[in-house]
């Protein structure tokens, strides 16, 4: 191509012709111009797409931390307010010198809201100097709001919360000496040592029952329960509002994957109240439900009834009570996890469990 363009020139110049060569030269000058724009619209348009995958990645992977961050603050908005709940519950009590032991635990016993939002996506972009994630200018405003924002605010709120959560505990550890904390572990089961002790277990549970109940109704004690309890008041606040940033950037960002890809995993479903709600299932129901249960991973559950009440029991994790929220459908208090019953023909042949909208299916095997 070149040796032509050569061979036109010569020949022009040649036959001495200099006003067409002139605009031949004009015209070639054009040529390479538009080659060279070509050239440049095309390398950008590569550097944009290369950006724009980088951005979707990006967001793919902040999609699935903001997720999870969402899935653990449902769970500890679930555990907070009823625990706030009990709290209260226990202290309108009409008569405080009567309460039992594990009433008495849900005035004393703090809540430990320590826990950490992902940022690893977001420190990703700015260790690469990235801005931006998409041409959605919106959603990168929201992006830098909610890390530069709503992150540092909740960082600063449950700092306070966690180091005044300390001090509660550090008192009832350290620098009183009549009430037994250990009392107040569900997991206590008795004397590890009991030499350590002059009292049975029953007798001291019950002296550390007198001795709480004579905290909580002194000025000291009283200004310590109710300063906890409104600390977990604010507590809740914070995480609801938080929560509230965080399911809006996670469906902005859904959003903005699904207009680049329709098809497009869909967000996970949170468990609603409904899921929770008590009521009361017959013996003769539950007693369909008892067996063993085995997942595709191979994990296995077993499930029985004593009294009226369905348990679960873990390969290595112990045992748990079921509590129906429907005829087919039960939850763990503590985990907040799901179980759904399924049928075939009228016999019980699955079930699924859900935490968070995570769901694992297990088949009946006995």
Do not use: C, W
């Not at 449950?158 to 572990?185: A, C, G, P």
């Not at 300063?227 to 938080?242: A, C, G, H, I, Q």
């Not at 399911?247 to 902005?252: F, G, K, N």
């Amino acid at each position: 191509m070149l040796k032509l363009f050569r061979n036109i020139r010569q020949r022009l110049v040649i036959e001495n012709r200099f006003s067409k060569y002139l605009l031949y030269a004009i015209g070639e000058i054009i040529l390479v111009v538009i080659g060279i724009l070509i050239a440049l619209q095309l390398n950008t348009q590569k550097e944009n797409n290369e950006k724009k995958e980088v951005g979707i990645t990006f967001l793919t992977e902040m999609r699935t931390e903001v997720q999870s961050d969402l899935s653990i603050l449902d769970r500890r908005i679930r555990k907070l307010h009823r625990n706030i709940e009990n709290h209260e519950a226990a202290l309108n009590t009409k008569d405080i010198d009567a309460l039992p032991l594990d009433s008495i635990a849900m005035i004393l016993m703090p809540e430990n809201l320590d826990f950490e939002i992902s940022e690893l996506t977001f420190n990703k972009m700015k260790n690469l100097g990235l801005t931006a994630l998409t041409s959605n200018e919106a959603l990168n405003s929201s992006i830098s709001t909610y890390y530069n924002g709503a992150v540092v605010s909740l960082k600063l709120s449950m700092d306070y919360v966690f180091v005044e959560f300390r001090k509660y505990l550090d008192y009832f550890l350290y620098q009183q000496e009549t009430i037994d904390f250990s009392f107040f572990n569900p997991e206590f089961e008795g004397f590890e040592f009991p030499e350590l002790y002059k009292q049975s277990s029953v007798e001291f549970k019950n002296e550390t029952r007198l001795n709480s109940i004579e905290f909580i109704t002194s000025n000291r004690g009283r200004m310590l329960v109710l300063e906890d309890l409104n600390n977990k008041r604010y507590s809740l606040r914070v995480l609801n509002r938080f929560k509230s940033a965080t399911q809006s950037l996670l469906e902005a960002i859904q959003e903005e994957l699904k207009r680049n890809n329709p098809q497009v995993k869909p967000l996970l479903e949170l468990p609603t109240d409904a899921d929770f709600k008590e009521i009361t299932v017959a013996p003769s129901i539950l007693k369909e439900y008892v067996g063993t249960y085995k997942s595709e991973d191979g994990s296995i559950f077993k499930l029985s009834v004593k009294n009226t009440n369905l348990y679960v029991h873990f390969e290595s994790d112990g045992s748990d009570t079921l509590i129906p929220s429907a005829e087919d459908r039960f939850f763990m208090k503590d985990y907040f996890l799901v179980i759904q019953f399924n049928r075939e023909k009228g016999s019980i042949i699955r079930l699924t469990t859900s935490v968070n909208g995570e769901k694992i299916n297990y088949i009946k095997i006995k």
